[in-house]
């Protein structure tokens, strides 16, 4: 049995079993695998959005709390620094990928 933690826009959906993996998920085995995973992530796309899969409920649980508290702290750093900004100051988010 394997557990899949599935994030879209940035929020847990779901946290589901699955009896088998498919080609393209593979296993995190480590809490330290699941964050660096999760901030490479983050890096890439500026987002954490993904399906994380894990053979243990715990660690699934673990990763989603972890996913929250991520998104929660990112809110509140970049909540500051608006309510910091001077008059005519301009604010870009950091670790955002512009569109070309």
């Given at each position: 049995?394997y557990?899949?933690v599935?994030?879209?826009h940035n929020?847990v959906?779901?946290?589901?079993h699955?009896?088998?993996?498919?080609?393209?998920?593979?296993?995190?085995k480590?809490?330290?695998?699941?964050?660096?995973?999760?901030?490479q992530?983050?890096?890439?796309?500026?987002?954490?959005?993904?399906e994380?899969?894990?053979d243990?409920?715990?660690?699934?649980?673990?990763?989603?709390?972890v996913?929250m508290?991520?998104?929660?702290?990112?809110?509140?750093?970049?909540s500051?620094?608006?309510?910091?900004?001077?008059?005519?100051?301009?604010?870009v988010a950091?670790?955002?990928?512009r569109h070309?």
């Amino acid at each position: 049995m394997y557990y899949r933690v599935v994030v879209r826009h940035n929020l847990v959906e779901e946290i589901r079993h699955q009896q088998s993996l498919s080609e393209t998920q593979s296993l995190l085995k480590t809490n330290l695998e699941a964050g660096t995973l999760l901030s490479q992530t983050f890096r890439q796309t500026g987002c954490i959005d993904g399906e994380y899969c894990f053979d243990d409920s715990e660690r699934a649980k673990l990763f989603a709390s972890v996913c929250m508290d991520f998104i929660a702290k990112l809110i509140e750093s970049r909540s500051t620094r608006i309510e910091r900004l001077n008059h005519n100051e301009e604010y870009v988010a950091d670790n955002i990928k512009r569109h070309q």
